[in-house]
């Protein structure tokens, strides 16, 4: 047994008993004739008979359609999962709740409030989706959103759903371009658009940004106009008459495979990848996530910071069908600091709060006492994503919000789930993700494509999952999907682009892009492990590490760094963080320059750019390996375009 790091949360083992994973580890152990109720059991079985697992999950909780068969081979892709079936994932979110049980909770930077019960919810998605009919949408037209994180948001996208129709949405937070450049790919037939949204403490008038994106979708034949700012848009059909009336809910039966949504991929570089998910696959892996990892419970209010770019957006809307409340947050996560997030916490009595390694960052930087500044009685789970979470912002929650568990997850926007996670019933150790998910067949490879134990790999899944895109958006024959995940190795094996440890124990580490590996003396480490062991140092705020081969075949290694107000890099910091990396990383991977810098560029949905930086440093031009549109502050991407570009002319002086 390898040396495990330190246990920031233990579950008891009356607490393990309380949770939804245990009584469904028992109906399964009942109806099998086996024990699963260690996770690591369960986890096994999942994966070793996949088709058992995923039909139990169906018929535990009374997913709707009735299938003739789990799952029809092993190919990927191709595989077709719960042959048959019909149903309708919309239909299934919205009977969960209770009527008078509350719904939907809309909160923003202002303290504003407006609640959806239940009935209150079911009643707008069956008018929304009778008016979309009336509209003209048929099953398989596109509906597009251009919204804030508001339950206007949430109604509009389950009653396109609920047609049959395809949603896709972004958040306020796209210039009219990028927007255009995700929707007009889908040639979508309405778009759902308000007037501005509040956002780090201003009012945000997106008026003209709305007309210049209808002007930019040629095929929009509706609009329908959110009012947030109360000054309203021209030419719309009103929110309130779409969802206005007593229309019977009538919700279109689909395919198993029938398309849901499209979410689209950072697009980095070129146009972003439309990806394609199904009714029949969405609702198992999210009802599992959610129920299973999650423990969501109808008591529960859940809350993920989020907008409706990012595919945490759509577990907003999975997290309805556990029947109890989430929380949409219209509003900038430090507003004007990092004690907003946690007043919404306290004041919607949230019990489930996600967030990002960042956020949780810049709490404790801030000075910050969640459990002391506010009542945070309710809250019983925190999760992060978008990034690895280092060690410190583990202690920062075991310290400063509760003796509740910290729950890292890794996955997204292209399986709509998580590879890696949590579970109420496991142990969380500092600066892992304590379990790999249900019916996820997650492995670490290595050069090899041999599976590994307590070494780094590539993360790969071997085994076909309800989730996994049913297609890309504009892909006839599959060429891009398949280059996109299933070309690196040999026999159809989904390659996500990861590179991971997994420990003897089951838990995972997340290191970094495999493609931003940083290979110095053929000695290959994740960009992670710098970040756990600098970013824990009180100087710094955040970094980035790059390691770049040239042209003159010298391996430049520079580790760029954000510091704390108050802090200074001078000779003795610089002498401190390397030995810090040293220390707590690797003597191999000590960087060569440590470079401060003002801000490190992130994706929309907070993914550090290091290989658009290190290919930038390798000579390519800024336009070939970045679309500005993604970068969240471009400023910062403008200084490390200065940076690489002064890089580049000295190893051509020196070649």
């Known amino acids: 047994m390898s040396n495990a790091p330190e246990v920031m949360w233990q579950p008891t083992p009356e607490f393990v008993e309380s949770t939804n994973i245990h ?10 004739g086996i024990d699963v109720t260690a996770y690591n059991d369960l986890w096994q079985w999942s994966v070793d008979h996949l088709e058992d697992f995923w039909a139990a999950v169906w018929e535990y909780y009374e997913l709707p359609g009735t299938f003739t068969q789990a799952l029809d081979s092993h190919q990927m892709p191709g595989a077709k999962w719960f042959t048959g079936a019909e149903l309708n994932l ?101 778009l759902v658009a308000a007037d501005g949204h509040w956002f780090a403490t201003k009012e945000r008038d997106q008026r003209e940004a709305v007309a210049a994106l209808r002007a930019g979708l040629p095929t929009v034949e509706h609009v329908v106009g959110v009012t947030r700012l109360g000054k309203g848009l021209d030419d719309t059909v009103p929110f309130e008459q779409m969802v206005a009336g007593d229309h019977a809910y009538e919700p279109l039966q689909v395919p198993s495979e029938h398309p849901l949504w499209v ?32 423990d969501l419970r109808s008591t529960d209010r859940f809350m993920w910071y989020t907008s409706p770019s990012w ?98 997850m890794s996955g997204g926007t292209d399986i709509a789930a998580a590879f890696a996670m949590g579970s109420p019933n496991v142990p969380v150790w500092s600066g892992e993700l304590p379990v790999r998910g249900l019916g996820l067949k997650v492995e670490a490879w290595d050069d090899e494509g041999k599976p590994v134990v307590n070494q780094v790999g590539e993360l790969v899944c071997v085994e076909p999952l309800p989730s996994m895109p049913i297609r890309f958006w504009n892909d006839p024959d599959g060429a891009k999907y398949r280059k996109a995940y299933f070309e690196h190795y040999e026999g159809g094996v989904w390659r996500h682009g990861d590179w991971i ?61 954000v510091l704390n107000s108050g802090s200074e890099l001078t000779n003795e910091l610089a002498s401190a963080i390397k030995q810090r990396v040293r220390e707590k990383a690797s003597p191999r991977h000590v960087p060569d320059e440590i470079i401060e810098v003002a801000g490190i560029p992130h994706t929309r949905t907070g993914k550090k750019l290091e290989v658009p930086i290190k290919r930038m440093i390798q000579g390519a031009a800024f ?14 991407m403008a200084a490390f375009r200065e940076i690489a570009e002064a890089r580049f002319r000295t190893v051509q002086a020196r070649g």
């Not at 989706?129 to 099953?139: D, F, K, Y």
């Open 90 to 190: 919309a239909e299934y979110v919205v009977t969960r709740g209770a009527d008078d049980d509350l719904a939907i909770i809309t909160t923003g930077e202002q303290g504003d409030r407006a609640e959806l019960t239940w009935a209150q919810l079911r009643r707008q998605v069956a008018n929304f989706a009778h008016n979309l009919r009336a509209l003209g949408v048929r099953p398989e037209d596109v509906v597009v959103g251009y919204l804030p994180n508001v339950a206007e948001t949430i109604v509009a996208a389950l009653g396109t759903m609920s047609v049959g129709a395809i949603w896709s949405g972004v958040g306020q937070d796209y210039a009219p371009a990028a927007a255009i450049d995700r929707f007009a790919q889908l040639e979508p037939k309405v």
């Open 501 to 561: 440890k997994i420990t003897d124990r089951g838990s995972v580490l997340v290191l970094g892009r495999s493609d931003s590996t940083l290979n110095r003396h053929g000695v290959r480490m994740g960009s992670g492990d710098i970040y756990s062991a600098v970013e824990s140092m009180p100087e710094v705020a955040e970094a980035l590490v790059i390691g770049a081969e040239e042209a003159d075949g010298d391996y430049w290694m520079p580790l760029f760094v």
């Open 263 to 294: 979410m689209f991929s950072s697009g980095t570089t070129g146009l972003p990848k439309g990806i394609v998910h199904s009714h029949g696959g969405v609702l198992p892996v999210q009802t599992s996530l959610l129920s299973l990892n999650w």
């Open 311 to 408: 595919v945490m957006w759509n577990c907003l809307v999975g997290a309805l069908t556990a029947g109890g409340a989430i929380v949409c947050y219209d509003g900038a996560p430090m507003a004007p600091t990092a004690a907003a997030c946690w007043d919404v916490v306290s004041r919607c009595g949230v019990t489930v709060f996600g967030t990002s390694p960042g956020f949780l960052g810049a709490s404790q930087d801030q000075g910050i006492h969640p459990s002391a500044d506010f009542d945070l009685s309710a809250l019983r789970i925190t999760g992060v994503t978008g990034s690895p979470c280092p060690d410190h912002a583990f202690r920062y929650v075991r310290d400063e919000v509760g003796d509740i568990p910290l729950f890292s």
């Open 623 to 636: 336009e070939e390996v970045v679309n500005p549109d993604v970068v969240d502050v471009p400023e910062h």
């Open 23 to 32: 009584r469904f580890s028992v109906w399964v152990g009942e109806k099998y």
